[in-house]
């Protein structure tokens, strides 16, 4: 993070589309870089349904969510697309020479021809607990994501939630942490059971502690957290000691700073022509589900026809003036070449 790149094309949004993205600009000599606000790639597939069989994939009969996008990344890893996760891609200027210019809320900038926003829904944004006064400890002592791991060495910290991030967080943290207290509503978890597992070993050892109790509260001043209040049907109300507090109360899809890069929107989403699915701004093309023409589908099939059509669009930004040859990978010995070296 923070730092600048040049490439050909940025495309904001991991998710299938994006990454699919990557594969057809690539057979047409188009380098890219991708931005998410995810730790991950693999957009709705893998943050909503990691392990449902998708069934409408041309070709794969069934497919789970996270399986489609290890088979994207893949796919796409002859072209060695660089990716900045965690990161919110915040700002779109025009550089004096005609490219564009993406930033990041973490400082990284990208300069490239051609922007393609393939943010599907929306930037996926963390849902805030309901605590009175939160507002004031967050990003200080409050925080709804874990960008850097360090951060939290040697603290004493609160993960609150009951979800996978909740539990991937408390067992990862639980060996840097000075002491680890996890807080969940209820006995019952939403998350992958074998996580479940190891964190009530843990807690049956005495690692980490585990209270089934609802935040009511934050105590100390200045954004500087010194308890969570919590209430729970036993105990009544009381204090928990700590310096952060970790809130994973799962995600929503926000349109985000995309509503502001002076592009025309439709209906909430980023209006395209179906020729090369071009937004009202040349140079920045839209794909998946953030797209909109008449007759869109919100399928993942559809994103991959539009990012094929975005391709052949982006080729004249970055190699002006040269022509481009319509081929198959069947049968193009350079397409070929490309794909699986020589
Ligand atoms: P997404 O998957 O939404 O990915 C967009 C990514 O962009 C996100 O990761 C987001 O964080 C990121 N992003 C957005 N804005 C920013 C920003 N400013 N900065 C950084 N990152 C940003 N489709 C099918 O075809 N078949 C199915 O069976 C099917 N089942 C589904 C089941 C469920 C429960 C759901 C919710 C959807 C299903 N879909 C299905 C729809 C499918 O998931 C979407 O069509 C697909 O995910 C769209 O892909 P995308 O790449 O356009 O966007």
Not at 34 to 61: F, M
Not at 115 to 132: L, N, R, W
Not at 176 to 188: D, G, N, Q
Not at 275 to 295: L, N, Q, R, V
């Amino acid at each position: 993070p923070g730092e600048t790149h040049e490439t050909d094309a940025v495309i904001i949004g991991a998710g299938p589309v994006g990454l699919f993205a990557v594969f057809e600009l690539g057979l047409l000599g188009v380098r890219a870089h991708l931005i998410d606000i995810l730790d991950k790639p693999g957009g709705q597939c893998v943050e909503l349904y990691p392990e449902k069989p998708i069934l409408d994939i041309p070709a794969i009969p069934v497919v789970t969510g996270a399986e489609l996008t290890e088979r994207l990344l893949q796919q796409i890893d002859p072209f060695e697309p660089v990716f900045h996760l965690n990161e919110m891609a915040d700002s779109l200027e025009r550089t004096d020479d005609g490219k564009w210019r993406i930033s990041t809320d973490l400082g990284t900038t990208i300069v490239a021809p051609v922007v393609v926003i393939a943010a599907g829904g929306g930037s996926f944004t963390p849902k805030k607990p309901p605590i009175p006064g939160i507002e004031a400890f967050e990003g200080k002592s409050v925080f709804y994501a874990v960008r850097q791991r360090e951060m939290f060495r040697e603290r004493t910290i609160v993960i609150a939630g009951g979800g996978d991030s909740a539990l991937d967080w408390t067992l990862n943290l639980q060996p840097i942490a000075r002491k680890l207290t996890l807080v969940h509503r209820r006995e019952e978890f939403r998350a992958a059971p074998d996580s479940v597992e190891k964190m009530k070993a843990l807690a049956e050892a005495g690692a980490i502690d585990f209270h089934v109790a609802q935040i009511t509260g934050l105590e100390g001043k200045d954004g500087v957290l010194s308890a969570v209040r919590v209430q729970s049907a036993g105990r009544g109300e009381y204090a928990i000691s700590c310096e952060n507090l970790l809130a994973f109360y799962g995600l929503t899809m926000k349109l985000g700073p995309i509503a502001e890069f002076g592009i025309d929107l439709a209906e909430n989403r980023i209006a395209v022509d179906t020729e090369k699915f071009e937004t009202s701004t040349p140079g920045i093309f839209c794909i998946g589900d953030m797209a909109h023409y008449p007759g869109k589908l919100k399928l993942i099939l559809s994103g991959f026809h539009e990012a094929a059509l975005m391709a052949h669009g982006a080729f004249h930004y970055v190699f002006p003036g040269r022509k481009l040859k319509f081929q198959h990978t069947t049968s193009a010995k350079d397409l070929q070449r490309k794909v699986v070296g020589s």
